[in-house]
């Protein structure tokens, strides 16, 4: 079955930038879609299809899958982004990541 | 507005049954998707499946095939996950999600989540 890896923990800056990464065996030719999770909340969709953002995700949220690597990137980072982020593939069923807890210093 | 409302917490002993349903409200139910995820407590998002409620066609992750029943009724905008002998290790946040017109689609809404102990 398919396998995507995320690192456990990324640590940021206020203001500054993260990038969560997704590795799959070439991920590039694949859909890869984001979500966040806080604490006690279901997740929330931030990214489908590589790098379009659903309406009410502001535009420091952005993406990029090329390769054997998908990001997900938060740009001017604050405090409230402080989650669990998953990533998603379909590779004949569904799959997701690990995840990676982003902790906002 | 989309919403998927879940039934409640379920606390049941081991070997007994469960179902748990979904509710979904302000779009076409039948069009479009609907999964199902896992999350034991304080580890990841697990895919479980998913059943596109126009036709009832279900597809099953490896990993939960024979352990869990995907099903829905369109009439009222509903879907149900079911298990027939619950085991300890079923003890999770199960949480539904609607998809899109495709099975491999991303999930843009999901529930409040259902969570579900099992024990003795």
């Known amino acids: 079955s398919y396998v995507l890896t995320q690192p456990p923990s990324v640590s940021v800056a206020p203001g500054q930038t993260a990038r969560i990464t997704c590795g799959g065996n070439?991920?590039?030719?694949?859909?890869v879609h984001w979500y966040q999770q806080k604490p006690g909340q279901a997740p929330v969709l931030v990214i489908y299809?590589?790098?379009d953002r659903p309406s009410g995700i502001p535009e420091r949220f952005s993406g990029s899958n090329s390769g054997n690597t998908a990001t997900l990137i938060l740009s001017r980072v604050e405090a409230g982004d402080e989650a669990d982020y998953y990533c998603?593939?379909?590779?004949?069923?569904?799959?997701f990541g690990g995840g990676t807890k982003l902790t906002v210093l | 507005e989309v919403q998927l409302v879940q039934s409640g917490a379920e606390l049941k002993a081991p070997g007994e049954s469960l179902k748990i349903s979904c509710q979904g409200s302000?779009?076409?139910?039948?069009?479009?998707?609907i999964g199902w995820v896992r999350q034991v407590p304080g580890e990841g998002l697990e895919w479980m499946g998913v059943?596109?409620?126009?036709?009832?066609?279900?597809t099953y992750s490896p990993s939960f095939q024979g352990q869990v029943t995907i099903s829905a009724d369109k009439s009222i905008s509903t879907a149900y996950l079911q298990w027939s002998s619950l085991k300890a290790s079923d003890t999770a946040m199960y949480y539904c999600?609607?998809?899109?017109?495709?099975?491999?689609?991303?999930?843009?809404?999901w529930g409040q989540g259902t969570l579900v102990t099992v024990s003795s």
């Open positions: 299809y590589d790098n």
């Open positions: 999600a609607k998809g899109g017109a495709v099975a491999g689609d991303y999930f843009d809404f």
């Open positions: 059943i596109y409620p126009g036709d009832s066609d279900t």
């Open positions: 070439n991920i590039g030719s694949k859909n």
């Open positions: 998603q593939v379909w590779d004949s069923g569904s799959v």
């Open positions: 302000g779009y076409t139910f039948s069009d479009y998707w």
